[in-house]
C-alpha cells in the first residue's frame, strides 16, 4: 500500500530538547515538504526537499533542521531554539518538485511539556 | 498565485449532492485549480484538480466555468465521513522556479447531517 506515513502521531517536547519528527514515503516521489498548521490556520512551509542531499528554506526554517539522505525519508528535528514548537506537523510528497500534486501523511501533534 | 475565495461553513443533508463553490476571478491562464479536504486533526487529502474542462475521479466532480472564474466541486453523494474543511487552491505547475509551497486559504467546513 503506498503512501506517506509519519510517525510518531504525539511527541512531547521538555524545555532545551531537540525532538525529531519521522516521514517516510513509498511513493518513489522525488519532492518532500514539512508544513506546520497552528489551530485555525492555513499550511505554511519549513523546509522542502527536490531531490536526495538536496534541501532549502521554507518561509519559517529558522529553529528546524531536516535531511535527506535516502529518497523516502525526510526526518524533521524541532530545536530548542524553536521557541514556540506546539503545532501540528505534516509531511508532504510529490512525484517531482514542479508537479504540484502533494500527498500528506497523517501528521504530528508536537506538545511542550 | 490567484487568491480564492469560499463560503465558510456550508451544510449538507446525507445522501445529497454537496456543491461547493470557489471564486477565483483573478486566475491566469496557466492556472490549475485544486481541492484539497482535511478531516480534523488528519492530514490534508487531495481531492482533484482541473485546467479549464470538467473532471471526475472517483471522489467528487470538478465543474469549472468556461471564463475560469470560478468552480464548484460535487461530492454526489455526500456521508458522514465527507464532515471536512475543503480547501480550494489555485497553482501554476511545471513552471521553472515557481513557488513550492501550497497556499491553504480558510477553506469551507462541509457539516454533513444525518
Known amino acids: 500500500d503506498g503512501g506517506i506515513t509519519q510517525s510518531p502521531k504525539y511527541l512531547f517536547r521538555k524545555e532545551g530538547q531537540n525532538v525529531t519528527l519521522s516521514c517516510e514515503q513509498n511513493?518513489?516521489?522525488?519532492?518532500m515538504y514539512w508544513y506546520r498548521q497552528d489551530p485555525g490556520q492555513g499550511l505554511r512551509l519549513i523546509y522542502y526537499?527536490?531531490?536526495?542531499?538536496?534541501?532549502q528554506k521554507g518561509d519559517i526554517a529558522e529553529g528546524y533542521s531536516v535531511s535527506r539522505e535516502k529518497k523516502e525519508s525526510f526526518p524533521l528535528t524541532v530545536t530548542s531554539a524553536q521557541k514556540n514548537p506546539t503545532a501540528f506537523y505534516l509531511c508532504?510528497?510529490?512525484?517531482?518538485?514542479?508537479?504540484?500534486?502533494?500527498?500528506f501523511g497523517p501528521g504530528t501533534r508536537l506538545l511542550v511539556l | 498565485d490567484a487568491k480564492t475565495t469560499q463560503p465558510p461553513s456550508m451544510d449538507c443533508a446525507e445522501g445529497r449532492a454537496a456543491n461547493l463553490p470557489c471564486n477565483h476571478s483573478?486566475?491566469?491562464?496557466?492556472?490549475?485549480v485544486y481541492w484539497y479536504r482535511q478531516i480534523h486533526s488528519q492530514g490534508p487529502q487531495y481531492i482533484i484538480h482541473?485546467?479549464?474542462n470538467n473532471e471526475t475521479n472517483e471522489m467528487a466532480s470538478l465543474i469549472i466555468t468556461e471564463d475560469r472564474k470560478s468552480s464548484t466541486l460535487i461530492l454526489p453523494h455526500a456521508t458522514l465521513r465527507d464532515t471536512a474543511v475543503y480547501y480550494c487552491?489555485?497553482?501554476?505547475?511545471?513552471?521553472?522556479?515557481?513557488?513550492?509551497?501550497?497556499?491553504f486559504g480558510s477553506g469551507t467546513q462541509l457539516t454533513v447531517l444525518p
Open positions: 483573478t486566475i491566469s491562464g496557466n492556472e490549475y
Open positions: 482541473g485546467l479549464k
Open positions: 526537499s527536490q531531490i536526495v542531499n538536496d534541501f
Open positions: 487552491i489555485v497553482r501554476v505547475i511545471n513552471a521553472v522556479g515557481s513557488a513550492r509551497q501550497l497556499t
Open positions: 508532504a510528497s510529490s512525484l517531482t518538485s514542479s508537479r504540484e500534486t502533494q500527498y
Open positions: 511513493l518513489n516521489h522525488d519532492a
